[in-house]
Structures are given as structure tokens and as C-alpha cells.
């Protein structure tokens, strides 16, 4: 079933209505012999587009701020520290905020997240490694005023359950966080909203009808352009909790963990900003200038 929906490559999709099935907008698609998508999304370790360094000079600020954090279960309060997801991410997997079991948490952003080119932001998860497959998976949510919001089409290929210490394949992952290891945050890209939006609206729409339903409730609130909240939604995936992917099918995650469960935030990157900030070269050579313009003056007035 699922794979019979994701046979085609739409080689006429940029130039055509939107044909099912749907393509994730930028993603790297790779194609076996058969024509069955091997994966979404380049290698971590390789990625330019998908996958941000920590230390990416592509990221040019962190969220500030967060509301809403609602702890989900099989959490320690000692892990319940929402303040450990704000500012610069460390790559340390003990400087995180868990949300548990179906948890959620907002973050907030003194400039808003704007579509820019590529990705707009970036989600960091605690993975221990780049590659173990070893990840536990939330949605992902935007809105502009707080109170709607739009979430990522996202796919889940895997069909399998997965235990407590189990493994995903992360290529059979798309737009979930995360699918990086630690020091790798998960780029989203805000244009794939509209991407969505038209998809929905033409014919051959392949989303659930839950998905489809809730996204375009919401979707006309949203100004991809001006991107004031990212809200976190941890997936339960023990295949019992009705938590499935756009189209509608399972997501599998690590379930029965206890003291630290479901999704670990360790912070949010931003990548295109909506109010330009001058370089950090900028800024001193402004200030530069209006300390020579100060000491000019204060001779002029000596005068
Ligand atoms: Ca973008
Ligand atoms: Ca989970």
C-alpha cells in the first residue's frame, strides 16, 4: 500500500498540476532499480540542505523564548528544564529539555523565522550518534500568531515495531524531528507549506483526511513569511495511539522507556530571519563610527 503510493517519480511535477503522489519539495529522492524510494534526505554527515551543523555559519540565531510546555509521561522532573532548549545548541545530551510520552513544548523567537532560500530553521534532537539509528521522533509545527498552527508533511516508511533500545532506519524517515545525530539539527523548509497547500488543493491529494483537514483549518492563518513559533510534538509510536504520518499510516518510535522517554529537545536554530541583523563586522564598524563622530564633536565643542 504504501509503497504502491510512493511508486512514481514525478518527473512533470514542476511543470504540471500536482500529480499524486506527493514529493517532499527539495528533498533528495533516491530511486532502486524497482523504482521504490530507498530513502529520503542525504547522509548526515554529508548534508548541506537537510542536515545543519550545530556550528553552521547557516545559522544565524536560536530561539529565545517558550510557552506551553506540556510534559508528557515517564519523565523525571529533573529532565523537565524547558530553559535547556533556549540559545545555542552544545551537542551535550544532557542540556535538554524531555518532553516525554506525548509531550510538547513551544519555542518562541526575538525575530520571527522567515522563508528564505532552502531551509528556514533547524531542529536538534540528542541522538549519541550520527548513525545509530537510535532516535525518537516528534512532529513538527509552525504558526505566526500562536494559536493556529500548520504541521510539516511528514512520512514514515518503517513498518516494523520498535522497542525501547531499537533502532530506526532513518532513511525511511521525512520531516520528522530529528533523524540527525546530536550535533546535527533537522532542516524545515517553510515554502514546503505552500507546496502543501497547493497540493491539497489540486487533484490526487494523498494526505490523510484527517492531515488534510486540520492543515487547511489552520493553514490561512499562517504567514510563512513571519514564523513567531515552532512547537514540538512528541510521537507516540507504540502503534496503539493512533499517531500516524500525513498519509495516515503507523509511526513506529521507541516506546516503554522510562525516567527520560520521547523526544529530547536540545534547542532550534534559525536560518532565515525576517529582520536582517547587521554582521558582527557591521556592527563594530558602526559602533566604530559613532565613537570618532563623539570624539569629533566633544573637540568641536572644546573649541
Ligand atoms: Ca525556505
Ligand atoms: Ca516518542
Known sequence: MKKSILLTLAASLACSAFAAPYLPQNGEYYETEDGYPLKFGPDAKTAGNVAFHRESSAIKAWATGYKDYKVGTNV?????????????????????????????????????????????????????????????????????????????????????????????????????????????????????????????????????????????????????????????????????????DSMGFDIFDPSDCIESAGFDLQGIGVINQLHNVPEPSACAAILGAIAIAFALKRRCSKK
Not at 136 to 146: F, K, M, N, P, R
Not at 154 to 167: A, C, E, H, Q, V
Not at 181 to 199: C, P
Not at 228 to 238: K, L, P, S, T
Request: hydrophobic share 35%.
Open 76 to 244: 523525571l522532573e529533573s529532565w523537565q528544564t524547558p530553559e535547556k532548549a533556549l540559545g545555542t545548541v552544545k551537542g551535550d545530551e544532557y542540556d535538554v529539555v524531555v518532553l516525554g510520552d506525548g509531550g510538547s513544548i513551544t519555542l518562541t523567537f526575538d525575530n520571527p523565522i522567515t522563508n528564505g532560500d532552502g531551509c528556514d530553521f533547524a531542529v536538534f534532537e540528542n541522538a549519541f550518534s550520527d548513525k545509530s539509528g537510535f532516535l525518537e521522533l516528534a512532529y513538527v509545527e509552525v504558526s505566526t500568531d500562536g494559536e493556529h498552527f500548520v504541521r510539516f508533511p511528514n512520512l514514515y516508511l518503517g513498518t516494523s515495531y520498535i522497542g525501547p533500545f531499537d533502532s530506526h532506519n532513518p532513511d525511511l524517515i521525512y520531516n520528522l524531528a530529528s533523524k540527525y545525530g546530536k550535533n546535527y539539527g533537522h532542516g524545515f523548509d517553510l515554502a514546503e507549506l505552500e507546496y502543501a497547500y497547493n497540493y491539497m488543493m489540486s487533484e490526487g491529494n494523498e494526505f490523510s483526511a484527517e492531515y488534510t483537514a486540520e492543515f487547511l483549518r489552520n493553514y490561512n492563518y499562517v504567514d510563512i513569511n513571519e514564523i513567531n513559533y515552532v512547537q514540538i510534538i512528541d510521537i507516540i509510536g507504540d502503534g496503539k495511539h493512533g499517531y500516524t
